[in-house]
């Protein structure tokens, strides 16, 4: 089994940066993809961004130029820096991993889950 925990959630302005993290631990492959995605209330969850083993990356449009994912593999840590942040990008945030050197973007790729962690943008 592997868990993840996530950490680094919070209420802030808009405008404001916020970076998340995520730690892996237990029984990963030599070589995994990880992904953050969100939900927002009465919403489904979506796709936001995505690393594989080799640090490349994909995101989804409207955090494009705003959000960056990072990993330290040494750490089992990967990250999403989310700067200039917008009322919009209020949801519970999710970190996924996938047992493949490569990452995707749904839902259904994913192998594990984290709980969660808030993060709330007021205007």
């Known amino acids: 089994q592997v868990q993840l925990v996530e950490s680094g959630g919070g209420l802030v302005q808009a405008g404001d940066s916020l970076r998340l993290s995520c730690a892996a631990s237990?029984?990963?492959?030599?070589?995994?993809?990880m992904a953050w995605f969100r939900q927002a209330p009465g919403k489904e969850r979506e796709f936001v961004a995505a690393?594989?083993?080799?640090?490349?990356?994909s995101y989804e449009d409207s955090v494009k130029g705003r959000f960056t994912i990072s990993r330290d593999n040494a750490k089992n840590t990967v990250y999403l820096q989310m700067n200039s942040l917008k009322p919009e990008d209020t949801a519970v945030y999710y970190c996924?991993?996938?047992?493949?050197?490569?990452?995707?973007?749904?839902?259904?790729?994913?192998?594990?889950w984290g709980q969660g962690t808030q993060v709330t943008v007021s205007s």
């Open positions: 996924a991993l996938r047992m493949s050197f490569y990452s995707g973007s749904f839902l259904n790729e994913y192998d594990y």
């Open positions: 237990g029984r990963t492959r030599s070589k995994y993809a």
């Open positions: 690393i594989n083993w080799s640090g490349s990356t």
